[in-house]
Antibody, heavy 121, light 108 residues
């Protein structure tokens, strides 16, 4: 059974940093692209970042480019999102989502339950 | 960036009725790489449809997807109580992958 478990969310001041983790199980982690998708309170879904199976290819939404970094440790079946220079508009539930392939195009067949990030003073 | 517009913000229907949800793209979606997700309160999204018309594993056949190019539709043939939720379309053929703003399906 595929499971994705996010952690690391919490309350952080504007300008601060946070690192999210997504622990995966139930599939060959290194064979699939992984993504972060966020949802601001009461709002819709917004793609944030993607990473290839090897970790060698990454992409970011313009809204987070230069502030967020995505990495993965395939030996630990875990993906990370390092978030720096956080802003109030980054407040959201952050979901990790498994791609259906390591290659474009792919959609998301499994999602974690999400971790809430609140940026506020 | 492809903008997806889901025309109905909220759809009010009764169990047993047919639901038709639309998703219009600002430009043609490559190879109809269009997915639909269902999200219930406090839960993660769940994949329903991919490739515009293919049902995901375990999805009941009352859910159907259709369309091509810029106009796509999710149809629920006979609404069950558990179908009342928010539905999002997503295009994954172009970067950045984008979502529609969602349609809330509520019980009338």
């Amino acid at each position: 059974e595929v499971q994705l478990l996010e952690s690391g969310g919490g309350l952080v001041q504007p300008g601060g940093s946070l690192r999210l983790s997504c622990a995966a199980s139930g599939f060959t982690f290194s064979s699939y692209a992984m993504n972060w998708v966020r949802q601001a309170p009461g709002k819709g879904l917004e793609w944030v970042s993607a990473i290839s199976g090897s970790g060698g290819s990454t992409s970011f939404a313009d809204s987070v480019k230069g502030r967020f970094t995505i990495t993965r440790d395939n030996s630990k079946n875990t993906m990370y999102l390092q978030m720096n220079s956080l802003r109030a508009e980054d407040t959201a539930v952050y979901y990790c989502a498994k791609g259906t392939s390591n290659y474009y195009p792919y959609y998301y067949d499994y999602w974690g339950q999400g971790t809430l990030v609140t940026v506020s003073s | 960036e492809i903008v997806l517009t889901q025309s109905s913000g909220t759809l009010s229907l009764s169990p047993g009725e047919r639901a038709t949800l639309s998703c219009r793209a600002s430009q043609s979606v490559s190879n109809n790489y269009l997915a639909w997700y269902q999200q219930k309160p406090g839960q993660a999204p769940r994949l329903l449809i991919y490739g515009a018309s293919s049902r995901a594993t375990g999805i009941p056949d009352r859910f159907g997807g259709s369309g091509s190019g810029t106009d796509f539709t999710l149809t629920i043939s006979r609404l069950e109580p558990e179908d009342f939720a928010v539905y999002y379309c997503q295009q994954y053929g172009s970067s950045p992958r984008t979502f529609g703003q969602g349609t809330r399906l509520e019980i009338k």
